[in-house]
């Protein structure tokens, strides 16, 4: 009989999908939040790489939530990450602002930390580290 325990990785899973699923559609839904932080070196207009962005954050987020999926897409949602962060370290280092508003050190540093724990949750997802003969069964 499995314990609750036994579900820990499908609902790190699931958290992380419905998370990505859920960021990926706010570009669509609302591009011009993430306009302001696309890096000016990218041709092209900074709503193209909004929508271009969110293609793979929701493909990632369903693919982390489907059992059959999750693994690659956890590896592929790490490789997406370390890309995307490119946009944070942008904002950091430009001090750019959102919604009129820009962040303190301690928030761009919070993000970064959270950042590199979705990695480590999405490595651990994608069976990268920390695997047993136990979690697989």
Not at 43 to 53: E, H, K, L, Q, R
Not at 86 to 104: H, Q, R, S, V
Request: overall charge negative.
């Amino acid at each position: 009989m499995k314990t609750l325990w036994s579900y820990h990785r499908d609902i790190l899973a699931i958290g992380l999908g419905c998370f990505f699923t859920y960021v990926g559609i706010l570009h669509f839904i609302d591009p011009e939040w993430f306009t302001a932080i696309v890096p000016e070196i990218l041709p092209g207009s900074d709503a193209f790489w909004v929508i271009v962005s969110g293609i793979p954050e929701v493909l990632c987020g369903i693919g982390l939530i489907i059992p059959k999926t999750r693994i690659i897409a956890a590896r592929a949602t790490i490789i997406l990450l370390v890309i995307l962060y490119w946009a944070n370290l942008n904002m950091w280092i430009y001090d750019i602002e959102l919604n009129g508003n820009t962040f303190p050190l301690w928030a761009h540093i919070l993000r970064g930390l959270a950042q590199v724990l979705m990695v480590l949750v999405a490595a651990y997802i994608g069976e990268w580290f920390l695997v047993t003969k136990n979690d697989k069964t």
